[in-house]
């Protein structure tokens, strides 16, 4: 969508800008839910993603809670994601060959049971360590055929013109539940415990469930090929061999290998270095919420994708020193307030990196790319989480923490020197796609990357 030309959103007075303006603005941001189809599926995310932010947070309480170790903390962390790593290119060939609609039908259904058996075993007070390992275990199964599935189904729902608008909005919801989720869970945990958390996640499912089955939408398949180890390959290879593409998804790797263990560190940070327990422990994951969702908004009122790769490269380097400031600080609202642009960068960072691999993929391979970057995203974070959990036991979590976020800022710096190397490669792959799909390539032009 064109931005408004200033003739139309200044008024007679310098400096206020008009109502129309405000109003066009706004039709940016929330362009993609003028999709039937969008709208149910957002809708009924937001209610399912809160749900899951309590789950997230009373887990790693319970597991705390049980057992008092960092070094089970970060192995249920590793229990839940490594699935994801190993899976997820099975995940991205399903979405290529298959109905994305009922391949997502299918992960929500399967999330549910497991949500409900772990809330029936902790209110029977049966729960052990071990069955939260296996349900963390069986959970990343399902999420390695979720996430491609899911992520390749944005563009079914909204076209490619509006998908940008919908991958911002849906980390919006995501981030929007991740502040509702963790200040709920905080205080049932405190009052009533984990089990009820676990329950209402279950029943949250409901919601995402009823508004997939009313969706119209068509998700032919993509793959005409007759060997799925064939599919597999070729999403390797082509990432391989595609120099932007292969940039991106290191940058991704790198930051969710060191610097994203520090959530997985969060109840050490909020019982034994903030001495607040499990309802500030919420309450910063809450404030991380904030940031993302902000970081989120902010990609949402984009309206062309120039400029994305130099914003990367800022975020992650924000990401790192704002994670070294809250590794260091012993006051628990400014470490609240210092979570803030924790979230927003990485947020940032990670919105921004699926879009510009999404504006460069052919569809054909729009699932198994988007599995390499599950794996990039999801499937680094159990290594992390292992290896934060084992360094926290001997370092401490406050330099665990720092020694991610500086990584993180070479990451950064290494990207940025990446960045006239592959412009120009990035700028071919974009222009392509946006024909393969019906827009004029003078358009697209305008708005790639810069």
Same mark, same amino acid.
């Given at each position: 969508m064109a931005e408004p030309s200033s003739n139309s959103t200044i008024g007679n007075t310098p400096g206020i800008v008009s109502a129309e303006a405000k109003e066009s603005r706004w039709s940016v941001g929330m362009r993609a839910l003028k999709h039937r189809n969008f709208q149910l599926f957002f809708s009924g995310q937001l209610i399912s993603l809160t749900g899951t932010w309590m789950q997230t947070v009373a887990q790693s309480w319970l597991v705390y809670r049980l057992t008092g170790s960092s070094l089970l903390l970060g192995s249920v962390g590793f229990a839940s994601q490594i699935p994801v790593f190993l899976m997820a290119p099975v995940g991205g060939m399903a979405a290529d060959r298959f109905n994305r609609q009922r391949i997502v039908i299918a992960t929500q259904v399967a999330s549910m049971i497991l949500a409900i058996v772990l809330a029936l075993?902790?209110?029977?007070?049966?729960?052990? &360590?071990?069955?939260?390992?296996?349900?963390?275990?069986?959970?990343?199964?399902?999420? !390695?055929?979720?996430?491609?599935?899911?992520?390749?189904?944005?563009?079914?729902? &909204?076209?490619?013109?509006?998908?940008?608008? !919908?991958?911002?909005?849906?980390?919006?919801?995501?981030?929007?539940?991740?502040?509702?989720?963790?200040?709920?869970?905080?205080?049932?945990?405190?009052?009533i415990g984990e089990g009820w958390c676990f329950f209402a996640n279950g029943v949250s499912y409901i919601a995402v469930i009823v508004g997939l089955l009313m969706m119209r939408v068509d998700c032919p398949a993509r793959s005409k090929s007759d060997s799925p180890l064939e599919d597999i390959i070729e999403g390797f290879s082509w990432v391989s061999h595609t120099g932007p593409i292969r940039a991106l998804l290191l940058l991704l790797g790198v930051v969710s290998l060191v610097g994203m263990p520090y959530t997985v560190l969060m109840p050490v940070f909020a019982d034994h270095i903030l001495h607040g327990g499990a309802k500030a422990l919420g309450i910063l994951m809450g404030f991380t919420g904030i940031g993302a969702l902000f970081g989120a908004l902010t990609l949402a009122l984009r309206s062309g994708i120039k400029g994305l790769g130099k914003l990367i490269s800022i975020c992650c380097a924000g990401f790192g020193v704002s994670l070294i400031a809250f590794a260091f600080s012993k006051l628990f609202w400014l470490s609240a307030f210092l979570l803030i642009p924790v979230g927003f960068?990485?947020?940032?960072?990670?919105?921004?990196?699926?879009?510009?691999?999404?504006?460069? =993929?052919?569809?054909?391979?729009?699932?198994? &790319?988007?599995?390499?970057?599950?794996?990039?995203?999801?499937?680094m974070a159990p290594f992390g989480a292992?290896?934060?959990?084992?360094?926290?036991?001997?370092?401490?979590?406050?330099?665990? =923490?720092? &020694?991610?976020?500086?990584?993180?800022?070479?990451g950064a710096i290494w990207f940025g020197k990446q960045l006239p190397v592959f412009r120009g490669e990035a700028r071919q792959l974009i222009i392509a796609q946006a024909m393969a799909g019906g827009e004029p390539a003078e358009e697209m032009t305008a708005r790639v990357v810069q």
């Open positions: 075993l902790t209110l029977t007070h049966m729960v052990k &360590v071990w069955h939260i390992f296996v349900l963390a275990a069986l959970l990343g199964v399902v999420n !390695a055929f979720d996430i491609p599935g899911r992520q390749s189904f944005l563009v079914d729902m &909204v076209g490619r013109e509006d998908l940008m608008n !919908a991958i911002a909005l849906n980390s919006s919801m995501f981030n929007g539940a991740r502040v509702v989720g963790p200040a709920i869970a905080g205080i049932l945990v405190a009052k960068f990485i947020m940032l960072q990670m919105a921004c990196s699926n879009t510009l691999i999404q504006a460069m =993929v052919p569809d054909a391979l729009r699932g198994r &790319v988007m599995a390499v970057y599950s794996m990039m995203f999801m499937g292992l290896l934060g959990g084992a360094l926290a036991d001997r370092l401490g979590a406050p330099i665990t =923490v720092a &020694v991610g976020g500086l990584a993180s800022i070479v």
